[in-house]
């Protein structure tokens, strides 16, 4: 594949809304540099948590649209959709069916984190709570949390029917570091679904793809990298099953 065909699914590019993007200025800035990235399509993952709880539907949806017009108008070639990312409580289920918050591009997916030290039953049981809701719950950044670095608890969430999103710069990191050796293995023994950049800012959280996608290309099999970095994703767009 190209490298220019990525699919980024999890971002914080909405202006003003969470710690992302802290302007229109910024928010397009991020866009331009997420382009020379490689990344055509993005989904705005604004925060649902306590200290975002004022994020409705209906201001993220505008915010996309007006996001997409501007990024048009200055001709970047990237398309928005529209998503939430849920910090998970026992009222979350509730509020995703009665349309209180997003779903990933309208679909059943569901971008869902957890405090890091959340325990391997807690997210277990809101794995099942969510698919029995009819949701498929994907886990952001499943590199943070300790209680999922037990491969068995991988596989048992996946057949419990959840999906796994890895952040491209734990991939990219010294070899050393004990996160980026872990995220490593995870991708070769192909336990994640997708990758996002989890982009905040163009400094400290900027969006960055090529060092991952350059070790993806010698370490990872081609196919599986395509569903990685934009198969998969696709199938969130057209709410198709994984």
Not at 47 to 66: A, D, K, M, V, W
Not at 109 to 135: C, D
Request: hydrophobic fraction near 35%.
């Amino acid at each position: 594949m190209r490298v220019e065909d990525i699919i980024d699914i999890h971002s914080h590019i909405l202006p003003g809304i969470d710690d992302g993007a802290s302007s229109p200025e910024a928010a397009l800035h991020m866009l331009k540099e997420a382009r020379h990235q490689g990344i055509r399509e993005v989904i705005a993952t604004p925060h649902y948590s306590r200290r975002f709880q004022n994020n409705c539907p209906e201001r993220i949806r505008e915010l996309c649209g007006e996001l997409q017009k501007m990024s048009r108008e200055k001709r970047l070639e990237i398309r928005i959709h529209s998503g939430q990312e849920i910090l998970y409580s026992e009222n979350v289920p509730g509020m995703i069916a009665q349309g209180e918050l997003l779903t990933m591009a309208d679909s059943h997916y569901v971008l869902i984190e957890f405090y890091p030290g959340a325990s391997y039953l807690e997210i277990l049981r809101a794995v099942r709570t969510l698919v029995m809701e009819g949701f498929s719950p994907i886990l952001a950044h499943v590199e943070r949390y300790r209680a999922l670095r037990d491969e068995e608890r991988l596989e048992e969430l996946t057949g419990q029917g959840a999906y796994m999103q890895m952040n491209f710069s734990s991939v990219s990191g010294n070899w050393m570091n004990e996160t980026v050796r872990w995220c490593r293995k995870m991708l070769r023994e192909q336990y994640i679904h997708f990758m996002g950049t989890d982009m905040h800012d163009v400094t400290l959280r900027k969006p960055e793809t090529e060092a991952a996608v350059r070790w993806m290309r010698k370490k990872l099999d081609q196919r599986y990298m395509r569903n990685l970095l934009r198969g998969n994703a696709e199938k969130i767009i057209r709410d198709e099953k994984i």
